[in-house]
């Protein structure tokens, strides 16, 4: 048995060897936490490792799945077939309090959104949904625009958008549309629409409904992954997979995160994994949690990408044993800062609109038509709204003309400008949004 001092040289030895042989500063990082990796372990005491292995697997906390996956031997570039491991998690108190704190903020965040007008409302899900589209492709390196996935997101006939689909299928998730996976063939409808006009002819699936020849994962130069072998065994693993999102008694975010896990080990597409297995997250947890949690799963992991596919290495590496705990806990914890920074967000926003609300209300020159007019203004400024004059004549059931006049009116007075000429949209002036956040400015 390791003496204290010497398991603190072996530590200090394993952070230096890290730090000149580890690709990724996250897997440094979460080596040094009091929950280590079976990988360091090993490094540390191979005579400890074995019984270390048999006291986690066969843990009371310890979840154990019946996928069994081969570990990925990076050097070589291949899975080493002739070892198996079941996935399994221990149930560390990080996860146990941050499958807590995520349900909590769920119910925050539910709460905020429905507190807000009806337009700023409208203008919080239409802004998550472009996040999530940009996040989503930015992740796999795919160039898009602010603008495209606006209009991809705005546009009435989806077809003719680049990104219409999945625009299509993220905006279903606020409609209480998500239910459960019921079929393989789902998938495979699930990606088409997705990904609709984005996947290359020599790279959509040949098989019936999954690709049929292997594919290797490359980052960097190096081969990473390499998914299942032939769209029979591709068919019976994602098949498997459904049952447990579906039947398995696991407590659901660990069940939702190890799913994501194995789909992406899997590799059912030659491309487009990455966006459909984090699309699948997505629908899942809008079945539990809030659509705003899902509708922005992608944006979560976009500025952590590193730590992200840290966590996916680390449970393919063959020291690790299948153990998917760092995976998870990084996972939720990245869903977890994601929903505060959008609490945040939606906190701040809020307390501009009221502020807004109170001045505009102290105005003595404008009617009520014109505070409406406002108030809509106000909402399109603080929760990045493109709100044209045309809608704004339809929210508040006026004619274009009389919306026109009273607008003018406004512009005459300087609380508003005009902000394009065509489709013709106003915004409040420099002036009156300085006076409302230097009110708040003030108060705090």
């Known amino acids: 048995m390791l003496k204290y001092t010497e398991f603190c040289i072996l530590e200090d030895q394993f952070k230096e060897h890290l730090s000149t042989n580890c690709e990724n500063s996250y897997l440094r990082e979460i080596n040094t936490l009091a929950y280590r990796t079976l990988e360091i372990v090993r490094y540390m005491d191979r005579d400890a490792y074995e019984t270390e292995y048999a006291r986690r697997i066969q843990g009371y906390g310890t979840l154990i799945t019946d996928f069994e996956i081969h570990p990925f031997d990076r050097h070589e570039g291949f899975r080493v077939t002739t070892t198996k491991n079941r996935l399994f998690v221990v149930a560390i108190d990080e996860i146990q309090m941050l499958q807590e704190t995520i349900y909590l903020n769920a119910a925050r965040l539910y709460k905020l959104s429905r507190s807000l007008p009806h337009a700023a409302h409208s203008f919080f899900i239409r802004n998550t949904i472009i996040d999530e589209i940009l996040s989503t492709n930015g992740i796999e390196g795919v160039s898009i625009s602010r603008k495209e996935a606006a209009e991809a997101v705005d546009s009435q006939d989806k077809q003719k958008r680049r990104f219409g689909g999945m625009a299509r299928c993220y905006q279903n998730l606020f409609r209480d549309t998500s239910v459960p996976l019921a079929s393989v063939e789902e998938i495979r409808e699930i990606y088409d629409e997705l990904l609709e006009g984005e996947i290359a002819a020599n790279n959509k699936p040949n098989g019936k409904l999954f690709r049929e020849q292997d594919v290797k994962g490359i980052r960097n130069g190096r081969i990473i992954h390499r998914g299942s072998h032939g769209e029979r065994i591709i068919s019976m693993e994602l098949a498997a997979l459904i049952r447990f999102l579906n039947q398995d008694p696991l407590p659901l975010l660990i069940k939702i995160m190890v799913a994501h896990y194995y789909f992406e080990y899997i590799h059912p597409f030659y491309d487009g994994n990455g966006r ?71 906190t701040l926003s809020r307390a501009l609109l009221d502020r807004a609300h109170t001045i505009l209300e102290s105005l003595k020159d404008i009617d009520e ?29 006026k004619s274009r003309q009389t919306v026109s006049a009273r607008l003018a009116d406004l512009v005459a007075k300087g609380y508003v400008v005009v902000e394009r000429k065509y489709p013709k949209a106003h915004r409040l002036s420099d002036a009156l949004m300085a006076e409302i956040t230097s009110s708040g400015e003030d108060k705090a």
């Open 276 to 346: 459909t297995g984090r699309y699948i997250v997505a629908r899942y947890l809008a079945s539990i949690l809030d659509p705003f949690t899902s509708s922005g799963f992608s944006h979560m992991l976009l500025d952590r990408k590193k730590e992200y596919y840290a966590a996916f290495d680390s449970v393919s590496k063959e020291a690790n044993r299948g153990e998917a705990t760092i995976f998870v806990k990084t996972l939720l914890d990245l869903v977890a800062e994601g929903q505060n920074n959008l609490i945040d967000r939606l």
């Open 369 to 397: 038509l014109q505070l409406a007019i406002l108030s809509l203004l106000s909402q399109n400024a603080f929760f990045q709204g493109e709100m044209t004059d045309a809608e704004i004549a339809k929210q508040v059931l």
